[in-house]
């Protein structure tokens, strides 16, 4: 069963940085791209960044572009998302999320998700 | 970037009846675009993806057409605990987008 944990989430003033973190299990880690993916309150989904395989390739929103780096340790099974420079339009439920990959090609609609941890950038 | 648009915002229908909902694409998408569920306080739940094919375990009910900039998710006889709201992601160029997502009442 494939199991995606998210944590990290928490209280951030503005202009300050936090570190997310998905801990990823039941499925080959480093056979999938994978994702981070947003919902501010009482706002629709927003894709925010993806990161390859190797952790070679990475994707961002224009939004967190050069402020986000989207970062993998297959050793680890872990995805992270460190965060600078956060804004209060940053203050959202971040879902962590697996595409569907088979054999070197993946297509990015998701399949998985995990249960989301909660950033609030707040004064 | 492909923007995509969701009609309406907000549908009402009666339990029992059929929904029908929109989501239109800047250019196309080809069919690389997915349909999600989201239920307030839970994950999202994909439930069509290549336009048109139900995912695992999604019941015959939802369906999905469409391809280019044109894509409709149906359900047919709603029932109480599809009152929610519905997403369309297209994943034929980067950056990847959502829609604005519909949300299904009762009517």
């Known amino acids: 069963e494939v199991q995606l944990l998210e944590s990290g989430g928490g209280l951030v003033q503005p202009g300050g940085s936090l570190r997310l973190s998905c801990v990823a299990s039941?499925?080959?880690?480093?056979?999938?791209?994978m994702t981070w993916v947003r919902q501010a309150p009482g706002k629709g989904l927003e894709w925010v960044s993806l990161?390859?395989?190797?952790?070679?390739?990475?994707y961002y929103a224009d939004s967190v572009k050069g402020r986000f780096t989207i970062s993998r340790d297959n050793s680890k099974n872990t995805l992270y998302l460190e965060m600078t420079s956060l804004r209060a339009e940053d203050t959202a439920i971040y879902y962590c999320?697996?595409?569907?990959?088979?054999?070197?090609?993946?297509?990015?609609?998701?399949?998985?998700w995990g249960q989301g941890t909660l950033l609030t950038v707040s004064t | 970037e492909i923007v995509l648009t969701q009609s309406p915002a907000t549908l009402s229908v009666s339990p029992g009846e059929r929904a029908t909902l929109s989501c239109r694409a800047s250019q196309s998408v080809a069919i690389s675009l997915a349909w999600y569920q989201l239920k307030h306080g839970r994950t999202p739940r994909l439930l069509i993806y290549d336009a048109s094919i139900r995912a695992t375990d999604i019941p015959a009910r939802f369906s999905g057409s469409g391809s280019g900039t044109e894509f409709t998710l149906t359900i047919d006889i709603v029932q109480p605990e599809d009152f929610v709201v519905y997403y369309c992601q297209h994943y034929h160029a980067w950056p990847l987008t959502f829609g604005g997502g519909t949300k299904v009442e009762i009517k």
């Open positions: 999320a697996k595409p569907y990959c088979t054999g070197s090609m993946c297509l990015h609609r998701f399949h998985d």
């Open positions: 039941g499925f080959t880690f480093n056979n999938y791209d």
């Open positions: 990161i390859s395989t190797s952790g070679l390739g990475t």
